[in-house]
């Protein structure tokens, strides 16, 4: 057993024990992308001052628009999902506040804002959640968003996914709403400065004109990096993003 009084790197060491002591174990090696992921999350979760703050987005219009753009997206053999939308707004949100797309050097002393736009996506894998990265996202339609995000989850999903396909992101999203839950607290892939996590959207009675309505409400939390971000900076990005995908139709045009 390790000593709780024991450091690594001026932390404390997390106790660990002969485990096949208390009963039987079986030891799986971790594969090489949880590996990396599983470096850069604890380098990210000891090194970056983290605030997270919550919003809803009214996605009632999105719905609908989505309805209408299927058929085209159906015929491109792509499932048009909320996720390309947000992405969509996302890459809006980004060009409007670079401070977003951007990360600080080695000295921590400046800050490097980034001419590209490649946007990470969490996808459910056997191996666990994996990131890839699509690459000039803000260059795609959501109609291109859509085939890109399905044939990245598919390549995902089969393990043929190369290293550099999960590397280079800007900013990342992480989408939890199909497994449940009103929100969450993603951590930010470091040396990236934000990341938006999506919600399980469910309809909800809001107050629209004096009368309440029922409304599909899509819950977003956005994680920053407090060295960068200021909280002032991470409500307007959050507005931005919620502002676009109430009015879908600019995602579109």
Known sequence: ?????????????????????????????????????ARRMHASWVNVPMVTQFDDADITELESLRAELRPAAEAAKAKLTVLAFVIKACTLALRAYPDFNASLDASAENLVLKKYCHIGFATDTPAGLIAPVIRDADRLSVLQLAEAVGELAEKARAGR??????????????NLGTLGGSGFTPTINAPEV?????????????????????????????AYDHRVIDGVAGGRFMEFVRGKLQQPASLVS
């Open 1 to 37: 057993m390790t000593s709780s009084s024991d450091v690594q790197a001026g932390l404390p060491v997390v106790e660990t024990y002969d485990y096949s002591l208390f009963g039987e174990v079986e030891v799986r090696p971790l594969n090489k992308f949880r590996r990396v992921i």
């Open 194 to 222: 934000a990341v938006l996590g999506m919600g399980r959207a469910a309809r909800r009675m809001i107050e629209l004109g004096g009368a309440f309505v029922p409304r599909l409400m899509l819950p977003l939390t956005l």
């Open 161 to 174: 996914l190369a290293l550099t396909d999960v590397e280079g992101g800007c900013f990342s999203i992480t």
